[in-house]
């Protein structure tokens, strides 16, 4: 048979198919995707669920010109099949290959970049104001999650629908699921009766039910709307929608393509703001993604035919996420007063454990970063709970404010496990946690650290609530070292010298301290043998150290996984000014001043000279220089 698929280079020439085509075209993508990320890995279940909803998007509306707004964007994978990018799918998610979001450098199709959850309504809001203020006529469809209800933009933004826009149709992919599953009083809006054809018939049928009632049923049954209404409220969502002026449709069956057409080409035309529930099956096409659709949602390489992983689920190994849920539960274990808190984390901050063990201490409240730092604080103020925030770096930066205001303003110790702090490879330039010291620093009173190793990570955390201060534990996702052995007492602000040397001083921040002590090796053929040194705290710095380390050596190095722009190096920079250390050669180390995109971590490196090979190329370089300029 001839591939549909491959005679498609643009929605044009998706609506020269017939609708009879396209569930054979639904069932090519899915098997593109399935063949392509079970080589790369990347957001499978939940692009093998949207693969028919976003084939009848794209044969009744016109896009770029009608604009699809996706939420988070994780799965766009079918939208980017279909508009001109098929050639390049099979490198999506890796070096200077397709990004595993929407990026508007890739396509005038994808209008924002997009990687976290919670901003397509009020993306769409906007374009559609800027819409109308220019009199054009094209449509707007933010396609929504069912999981972006739980984030405060989205209810903000529902709070500011104009209730005479016009061709602006909500998408609502409701599949019961985030990235975990779906948590909070919201998620039961979704999943009311309605969605069950019994209640479905019941309030259809409600009119002719209230007419037999004896006597009085034909008077109720014409001025029974009340009645009526009031058990439409108890069966349907519709009514939370309604009351922000949302037109409700549905809920609709999200694979079957022939309706899906015809309901959006109904709404093409409808004169208020209109939101059509779609119910899909995450994983759709594969059954393992299925029965597992979180560990599916973001998935490594697999068999194909058995949807079974490649490789070990866990490397030989275990990562800081690892070692950091085993401590955390550990803690919580011997400490009734230790409480943990996640924004729709809990899997991937490996808290899973916790949570069956403990539920009341181990508490996930959804994709709503902002409410996870202030709850926190309320918790917290108590003065006799232990708090840990577990929340991703990118995710942090989404409650700055939250921060500031109701965690480090009230002096409060609440411990903040920064997760995938660094760069995050092939999630891209969305994901890359690499400015959370920046902001963390401009926080009076806050604690930064980053331990090097497994063992550093629990003795911090367990010392973390001795300094009676809000504290932040950032570290990558990625394997390390786990020593055995009694853990000992972090005290506060004291860094440790790795190797002695002279002359050079190497300060390297967590997992860098490998890289560090692999230019130290590279180095000493050189006849150089440079002082390596973990600062582990970067709030408040260790100043007895690093003023003996300015006396005593001409060159110092910061190496970093975190931008350059108010990263370590630049804390270091300006401690060392502040302390007239101004005959000191400083070399700084880091994610220079731009956005990544997605690769692996060591191609990436590589793109920066992070790398070992790069730096210690770079030091010689540097060294030659200056001994140059020193005899001239």
Known sequence: MTSLLKTIFSPADLKELSLED?????????????????????????????????????????????????????????????????ELFSRIRQFKGLCGFCNPKESPHDHFYAGHAGTALSLALGVAKARDLEQQKDHLLPILGDASLTCGLTLEALNNIPKNLKRFIVILNDNNMSISHN??????ILSRLLSNPTSNRIYHELEHLIAKIPSLGPVL?????????????????APFFEQFGLAYVGPVDGHDTGKLITILSALKDVDQPTILHVLTTKGKGLDTAIQNPISYHGCKPFDKITGKFLVPSSPSQPTFPQIFGKQVL???ESDPDVVAITPA???????????????????DVGIAEGHAVTFSGGIAKSGKKKVIVSIYSTFLQRALDNLFQDVCLQELPVVFAVDRGGISGPDGSTHHGIYDISFLNAMPNMVICQPRNGKLLRELLTSAFHYQRPTAIRYPNMATTDEPGELRYKELGIGEVLVEGKEIAIIALGHMCATALDVHARLKKHGLEPTIIDPIFVKPLDSELFCKIASSHKMIVTLEEHSVNGGLGMVLNSFFVRNGFNDVQILNFGVPDTYLE????????????????????????ELQEATTNKIC
């Open 598 to 621: 997605q690769g692996s971590n060591k191609e990436l490196l590589q793109q920066i000279g992070l790398d070992p090979e790069s730096i210690t190329s770079t030091l010689l370089r």
């Open 330 to 332: 550990k803690m919580a």
């Open 183 to 188: 948590v909070g009083a919201i998620t039961n």
């Open 221 to 237: 049954a014409k001025k029974g709307l009340k009645v009526k209404e009031s058990v439409k409220n108890l069966f349907s969502s």
């Open 22 to 86: 396209l569930p054979e075209l639904a069932k090519e993508i899915r098997q593109t995707i399935i063949d392509v990320l079970s080589i790369n890995g990347g957001h499978l279940a939940s692009n093998l669920g949207i693969v028919e909803l976003t084939i009848a998007l794209h044969y009744v509306f016109n896009s770029p010109e009608d604009k699809f707004i996706f939420d988070v964007s994780h799965q766009s994978y079918s939208h980017k099949l279909l508009t001109g990018r098929q």
């Open 345 to 363: 984390m809990p899997a991937g901050s490996c808290l899973e454990e916790f949570m069956n063990r403990f539920p009341d201490r181990c508490l």
